[in-house]
């Protein structure tokens, strides 16, 4: 089987689903912000605020660029779509999964997530959060070839429609 590739907004689950894909598929599992986090060897916060976000960017594309033939379930950072380069380079990739979701469900998730630091959205409000997001939907949109719902669905069912339509 070819590669899954998992796009959305934080929270939408990309790590939870991808992970559990790579269990359902047999596929190794790897994580764009893992990955990224051990080059740099520190945290996404901390390169935000040494570097910008614009490095981070630059690092996210070469990632990205490192995995076009890939035949692993990959979970990418929400912000993967920002560069017509990125979106490009996915294209090329497919299949590849929007995790759709809406800010009333994934808002409380990114506050209840005290694992990782987003420095895009921590000490933002919701209104702030959504402006964050709203931009970025056509840009998923235009980057997937499958969108699948992932709102008031088990990390079981969003695979399972997945596996259905890939
Ligand atoms: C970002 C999403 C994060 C991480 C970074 C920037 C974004 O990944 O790459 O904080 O711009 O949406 P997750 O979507 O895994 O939280």
């Known amino acids: 089987m070819k590669g899954i590739i998992l796009i959305g907004f934080m929270g939408a689950g990309k790590t939870t689903v991808g992970k559990l894909l790579s269990e359902k598929t047999g596929m190794e599992h790897i994580d764009f912000d893992d990955k990224i986090v051990e080059e ?15 490095a981070f960017r630059e690092r996210e594309t070469n990632v990205l660029k490192r ?28 299949p590849v ?22 420095p895009l959205v921590v000490s933002k409000s919701p209104e702030e959060i959504k402006q964050v997001f709203e931009p ?12 699948v719902d992932t709102d008031e669905r088990t990390p079981e069912e969003i695979v399972h429609e997945i596996l259905e339509n890939i």
Not at 104 to 116: A, G, M, N, Q, S
């Open 40 to 54: 740099i060897g520190m945290t996404i916060q901390e390169y935000f605020d040494l570097h910008g976000e614009a």
């Open 136 to 147: 970025r939907i056509p840009l998923y949109e235009e980057s997937a070839s499958i969108v």
């Open 97 to 118: 999964v929007y995790l759709q979701t809406k800010p009333e469900v994934f808002i409380p998730r990114l506050k209840h997530d005290h694992t990782t630091v987003r």
């Open 67 to 94: 995995y076009l033939d890939h035949n692993q379930v990959v979970s990418t950072g929400g912000g993967i779509v920002m560069r017509p380069e990125n979106r490009e380079l996915l294209k090329q990739m497919a």
